[in-house]
């Protein structure tokens, strides 16, 4: 019977032994699940660029633009040319009413005959009083009188040849003349217009060469410096690329827009016309390096941006500290904390915690560290 009731007493103990077992196996089971390592979408800081590239877009122009005026003037009767037109030196362009010019030419004439005939009288004068001074019938004096109305007849034939030669000439200013090759871009006088001397009628653009005006924003104007080599591209063409060169920077910045006039000189081409957009390209060095990550990559800990690094070796995340520059359309702009060869969780930061298994997804992309405004970032 003492055998019996030790058996019986025996059987609770074996069930808790099994018991006990089958809740260790659970419990083994349940830290294997822990173990799971999630995937992350990482990028990978890449060696920051030295320099970054400035684009402005702006028309091809020519070098000289001559905005031709009459000299004299007048009345417009004709206007011989129309935008786009090319001229040569000499091709009459415009012309005014000539008649009063022509009345001055007369007049002057008139006026240069009347004194050509005073100073043969008064030649004729001289010469007698000569000859009576000479024969001692005159005194000194009459000679003398008559040698300076003499003269001063001279100087009044010489005005007045000055005056038609004048007049001729702005008989002459009412025919407004190209002075060289060129192509009419402007016209700001029609027939019938009354305009005077210097007023702008006709706008040419010399034949030559050709630049780009381009608008710089007074926080790169300082890149721009006359000689500095600069690539031109035309959205015309896009296999047409030159090399060109800045000509000019304006010293002072528009009122209005605030941006500084840029003239490139571009080498003589047959495909660049005139008017055809041309998109300017500059390097420039970078002062301060700024890394480009996604906005998904940021997080916040402790009221601390932060982001999620991975360790190649250990396959954990960690967090890091980052300063924030700004935020941009494309993402974030991070001062310090990251440097190249990090690798950054770019997406599910909601997800990670200090020292947790991950396991990079499809590989590790680059995202270069380089100034602000680049944007080289691939997730994958």
């Not at 992350?40 to 091809?60: F, N, P, W």
């Not at 006709?202 to 381009?214: H, P, R, S």
């Not at 660049?272 to 060095?285: D, P, Q, R, Y």
């Amino acid at each position: 019977m003492s055998l019996s009731h030790s058996i019986i007493r025996r059987l609770p103990v074996a069930g808790l032994v099994v018991a006990a077992l089958a809740l260790a196996g659970c419990s083994q089971e349940k830290a294997e699940v822990k173990e799971i390592i999630r995937p992350v979408k990482v990028v990978e800081i890449a060696q920051a660029h030295d320099t970054r590239m400035l684009s402005y877009s702006g028309s091809v122009r020519a070098r000289t633009e001559s905005a031709l005026a009459f000299r004299v003037n007048g009345k417009i009767t004709e206007r011989l040319v129309d935008i786009g037109q090319h001229v040569a030196p000499g091709d009459v362009l415009a012309r005014i009413d000539p008649t009063d010019y022509d009345l001055s030419v007369k007049s002057a004439q008139a006026a240069l005959d009347a004194a050509e005939r005073q100073v043969e009288t008064t030649e004729l004068a001289r010469k007698r009083a000569e000859q009576l001074f000479t024969k001692n019938f005159a005194p000194k004096s009459q000679l003398e009188q008559a040698t300076l109305t003499h003269d001063q007849a001279v100087a009044t034939r010489d005005s007045a040849r000055s005056s038609l030669d004048q007049a001729k000439n702005q008989v002459g200013y009412t025919d407004l003349k190209a002075d060289r090759d060129g192509i009419v871009t402007a016209v700001n006088a029609d027939v019938g217009q009354v305009v005077g001397s210097g007023t702008p009628v006709v706008t040419v653009a010399v034949d030559g060469e050709k630049e780009v005006l381009i608008a710089v924003p007074e926080m790169e104007i300082a890149e721009f410096k006359p000689g500095k080599s600069v690539k031109a591209g035309f959205w015309s063409d896009s296999a047409l690329a030159l090399d060109g060169k800045v000509r000019e920077v304006a010293g002072s910045a528009d009122p209005q827009s605030r941006t500084f006039a840029v003239r490139v000189s571009l080498p003589n081409d047959p495909r660049v016309l005139l008017g055809m957009t041309a998109n300017i390209e500059a390097s420039a060095a970078n002062e301060k390096q700024l890394v480009s990550i996604p906005l998904s990559a940021l997080a916040e800990k402790d009221s601390q941006s932060i982001v999620w690094t991975v360790d190649r070796g250990a396959d954990t995340v960690h967090a890091r500290p980052v300063t924030v520059a700004k935020f941009a359309a494309d993402g974030v702009r991070v001062a310090e904390g990251l440097k190249p060869g990090d690798i950054v969780v770019a997406a599910g930061t909601q997800f990670m915690t200090e020292n947790l298994k991950v396991k990079l997804a499809g590989g590790v992309a680059q995202q270069s560290a380089s100034a602000e405004g680049d944007d080289a970032s691939r997730l994958r």
